[in-house]
C-alpha cells in the first residue's frame, strides 16, 4: 500500500511540475519556475523513496531533500512579495 502511495504521490507532483513548466514557458516569470522545480524534486524524491527504501523516513537526507523543495517554494513567494529595483 506504501509503494502504491509512492506512485501516486509522485505521479501528481510531476504533473504538477509540468503544469507550472508550462506557465513559466507562456509568462517568462521565475516564480512558475521556482514552484516547477519544488514539485520536481518532490515528485523526484518520491520515486528515489519508493525504490530504495532501505534508510526508511527517518534519514536525514529525506529532510534535507525536503528542505531544499520547500525552501524554493517559500523563496518564489518571497521574490514575489519583495519591491523591485527599477
Known amino acids: 500500500m506504501t509503494q502504491m502511495m509512492y506512485g501516486a504521490i509522485s505521479m501528481a507532483s510531476l504533473t ?3 503544469f507550472f ?3 513559466w514557458r507562456n509568462t517568462g516569470d521565475r516564480f512558475f ?3 516547477a522545480l519544488s514539485f520536481f524534486i518532490e515528485g523526484l524524491h518520491r520515486v528515489y523513496s ?3 527504501n532501505e ?3 527517518d534519514s536525514p537526507l529525506h529532510y534535507l531533500i525536503r528542505l531544499a523543495a520547500y525552501g524554493m517554494i517559500l523563496w518564489a513567494i518571497l521574490e514575489k512579495n519583495l519591491p523591485r529595483k527599477d
Open 55 to 57: 534508510a526508511g523516513e
Open 50 to 52: 519508493a525504490v530504495l
Open 33 to 35: 519556475l521556482y514552484f
Open 16 to 18: 504538477i511540475a509540468l
Open 21 to 23: 513548466l508550462r506557465f
